[in-house]
């Protein structure tokens, strides 16, 4: 598989994180409009009835700024999931949510767990993770840009602040982690330069052959310029002749 061929540009691209952001807005909405609170959707850990927050939690917010913190990273690493692990995509995205949903449900502290955010640290770690994996340099690229912009959200997996779910965050986190080990991708092969390869021969390389067996580098002569005077023209006359002329 080649490179133009493995990254390539899809709708999904676009689509999904789109109807991410369309159904986190959509359901704060109907909150809004209709003046109802569906908290008690959320996950609740060691409850029967808290078990079905796996599914509906990821979609529902408690405020405008909880929904705009979460929309923002949410639309960049979906699009960033389906542009470089589009043949994974969807697996990542359902089987992450179960595992970041079940672990938070075994391990939460007994209040209703809301929000995307699991979700989000389960694409920031799958991302990072899977990148070094494979070690193929634009997918090793992709995991230092995710450090660099979310690297600091790597300390909410602890609990250091109150009224934020750190079991979702460390469920996301841990998830992300096991679905880049476990899920196989094809990528493409790395390109190998001819100094890699195993038949590589020192003393037919071009560039090598500048240098001395010292690593000094070798001045080749300038061309010499033929001087003017040494070239030689010759001129071929054609002799005309009375009758060539008409009139």
Do not use: C
Not at 35 to 42: F, P, T, V
Not at 103 to 126: D, E, N
Not at 194 to 212: G, S
Request: aromatic letters at 18%; glycine letters at 8%.
């Amino acid at each position: 598989m080649s490179d133009n061929a493995y990254f390539k540009f899809t709708n999904s691209v676009v689509v999904a994180p789109l109807l991410a952001i369309l159904s986190i807005w959509t359901v704060f909405w109907v909150e809004l409009r209709f003046k109802i609170n569906l908290n008690d959707y959320g996950i609740y850990p060691q409850r029967v009835s808290g078990l079905k927050g796996i599914i509906f939690s990821p979609f529902i917010h408690g405020s405008v700024e909880h929904l705009y913190n979460n929309t923002i990273p949410l639309a960049v690493l979906t699009a960033s999931l389906f542009y470089f692990y589009r043949g994974i995509a969807l697996r990542v995205l359902v089987m992450g949510i179960l595992i970041s949903g079940l672990f938070t449900w075994a391990i939460g502290r007994p209040s209703y767990h809301i929000g995307a955010s699991g979700v989000i640290y389960l694409l920031a770690s799958f991302i990072f993770f899977k990148g070094i994996f494979t070690k193929h340099y634009r997918l090793v690229a992709l995991s230092l840009i995710v450090v660099f912009i979310y690297g600091s959200m790597l300390w909410y997996i602890f609990p250091i602040e109150d009224g934020i779910s750190w079991e979702g965050h460390l469920g996301g986190f841990l998830g992300g982690l096991l679905l880049a080990f476990v899920l196989k991708t094809e990528v493409p092969p790395v390109k190998k330069y001819d100094w890699e390869k195993e038949d590589y021969d020192e003393e037919a390389d071009e560039f090598l052959r500048q240098f001395d067996e010292y690593g000094n580098f070798i001045e080749k002569a300038p061309e010499q310029e033929v001087p003017e005077d040494t070239v030689k023209i010759t001129y071929h006359y054609k002799e005309q002749k009375p009758n060539d002329f008409s009139g």
